[in-house]
């Protein structure tokens, strides 16, 4: 009965070796090729080994009644697990071990080929860089690899396969940056212009200096030192002293000589340095021989450009006095269209050049008699602004004084219904819209109206 026993105890141990020897085989070897042992990113191996290690523990426990070939066929099942826990498995594995679990005889032997074929493949791959550790789970770098700081400030295991040999060998991956002095980065050229102006724009200078800048403007064709010097004779303007030293050293024509340039800019410098120039009364009797050539240009280039405010500047001044106001009477219907047309400041500087005109009662008859558009009346709203509301009164102010001063009341016929006679006098909607006005919210535009419409 003992050995009986004995002979049913080992034959439990062999069946129950079979059975876990089966479940290691479709677990094992059931797994995706494409599978890899260490990956950077995903950390799970360890769990995995020490899952597969527990696993057999289990195996081992539950077979512990079995004896002889059982004890030593649980050990080759520890010895699996470890390596299974490192070693990519792969259909050429598969062939090989059960072409050599088939020559033996029984199913012990089959066992124990099976594991050494397995033994001889993970340590062909363990030498190539990786290594398991033991049943723990835990993973060991390759000797001839440092321990850098890696992600998250720890060391990285050595990766399998051919990236690790790699890294093993001392091989570089991808190209090498070289360490060696930087080639010089190409030079860019600079472009240098030459400039010889001797002179800051804000010097106030004496009339040796002032020569030697206008000689410099009328010898040189550059506009960048054209600017430049327009700039320092216009400042150099705004004293009195100066103004008639420039004029003495026959400035004036060499400045104006500038007028006809195509270049906006250099226009613009013109027109303020004779507009500095031309608060002296002898510098006007200079300027005048330019003013309808400013005027023109004035007229014709881009509305409410800096161009056309700084020529509207110069004529305002020109016309501050009656010498020069008829040199512009043949411009009076494209002065009230420019004030219809042009934005906010555009309005106000023309209408301050109307005014000067009608201050002149010499200057009335072609006021009176110059079309004028009808939206001209829309000028006279409490939507404007204080300024052009004042201007606009001031305007419609003085052209009725000069009609009744003149005796211009009763010579309606020889004025046309497009006239600016007809829109301030004989339509009676500019005095409406006046009227409308007395209620303003602004105190100093409602006593100008009231001012207006005590002398109708």
Not at 5 to 16: E, F, K, P, T
Not at 44 to 67: I, L, P, Y
Not at 228 to 256: C, D
């Amino acid at each position: 009965m003992g050995r009986t026993r004995d002979a049913g105890c080992v034959a439990a141990g062999v069946v129950i070796g079979a059975g876990a020897c089966y479940c290691v085989y479709k677990l094992t070897w059931g797994r995706d090729e494409s599978e890899k042992i260490w990956d950077d990113d995903d950390e799970e191996c360890s769990d995995k080994a020490e899952t597969w290690v527990g696993t057999e523990k289990e195996v081992k426990a539950d077979a512990g009644a079995g004896a002889g070939a059982g004890a030593t066929f649980q050990a080759d099942v520890v010895v699996k697990a470890e390596v299974d826990s490192g070693v990519k498995r792969g259909p050429g594995v598969k062939a090989e071990a059960l072409l050599g679990a088939q020559s033996g005889g029984g199913l012990e032997a089959k066992a124990k080929a099976l594991f050494n074929t397995l033994k001889e493949q993970a340590s062909a791959k363990a030498g190539r860089g990786t290594r398991v550790g033991a049943s723990s789970g835990t993973r060991t770098l390759a000797s001839s690899l440092p321990c850098p700081g890696g992600r998250g400030g720890g060391c990285h295991p050595t990766r399998s396969g051919a990236r690790a040999g790699n890294r093993a060998s001392g091989k570089p991956k991808g190209k090498v940056k070289s360490k060696g002095p930087k080639a010089p980065a190409a030079a860019v050229p600079i472009r240098r212009t030459k400039f010889n102006f001797p002179y800051k724009i804000d010097d106030i200078l004496g009339a040796t200096d002032l020569q030697k800048v206008l000689n410099i403007l009328e010898r040189t064709n550059d506009p960048f030192i054209q600017e430049v010097a327009l700039v320092t004779l216009g400042n150099n303007a705004a004293y009195s002293f100066n103004q008639n030293a420039i004029r003495e050293l026959g400035g004036v024509p060499i400045i104006a000589k500038l007028i006809k340039t195509k270049d906006p800019i250099i226009r613009e410098k013109t027109y303020n340095a004779l507009n500095n120039l031309s608060v002296n009364a002898e510098n006007q009797g200079k300027i005048k021989t330019y003013i309808s050539q400013v005027c023109d240009d004035t007229m014709i280039c881009r509305l409410d450009s800096a161009v056309q405010m700084a020529g509207l500047r110069l004529l305002t001044n020109m016309t501050v006095t009656n010498h020069y106001q008829h040199l512009l009477s043949y411009s009076f219907p494209d002065f009230f269209a420019l004030l219809f047309l042009g934005n906010h400041f555009t309005k106000i500087q023309i209408m301050k050049l109307i005014i000067n005109f009608t201050e002149n009662p010499a200057m009335t008859r072609e006021l009176l008699s110059c079309k004028v558009p009808s939206e001209l009346i829309s000028l006279f709203n409490k939507e404007w602004d204080r300024e052009i509301l004042l201007n606009i009164l001031t305007i419609f102010e003085n052209i009725n004084d000069n009609i009744k001063n003149e005796g211009f009341a009763s010579s309606r016929k020889e004025f046309s219904r497009s006239s600016l006679f007809f829109l301030f006098k004989e339509s009676g909607v500019c005095v409406k819209k006046i009227k409308t006005l007395a209620n303003h919210n602004d105190m100093v535009v409602k006593v100008k109206v009231l001012k207006v419409l005590t002398k109708l």
